[in-house]
């Protein structure tokens, strides 16, 4: 099995939490939106995205994007370094 490949974009955790807030979304209602997107991902895994300990796949960028109803990967994505 290849290994998942892991993001070079400058990719922002707060800017997740605070979509996912501003929505008024539990991390177990986000996992559940990935789960129904084909993405299975633990809650647990999203908070520690949001902290910054993990950086998602590039596929569960995709899922997140979606299920956190951006407009594109951009509205993830540190402004500064973007």
């Given at each position: 099995m290849a290994p998942t490949p892991h993001l070079s974009l400058p990719f922002s955790g707060a800017k997740a939490r605070e979509k996912r807030q501003r929505l008024g979304l539990s991390l177990d209602k986000v996992a559940?939106?990935?789960?129904?997107?084909?993405?299975?991902?633990?809650?647990?895994?999203?908070?520690?995205?949001?902290?910054?300990e993990h950086m998602?796949?590039?596929?569960?960028?995709?899922?997140l994007a979606e299920a956190l109803k951006c407009t594109s990967i951009d509205d993830l994505l540190d402004e500064v370094a973007a």
């Open positions: 559940a939106r990935c789960a129904e997107l084909g993405h299975s991902v633990h809650f647990t895994n999203i908070g520690r995205i949001e902290r910054g998602p796949s590039a596929a569960l960028l995709l899922v």
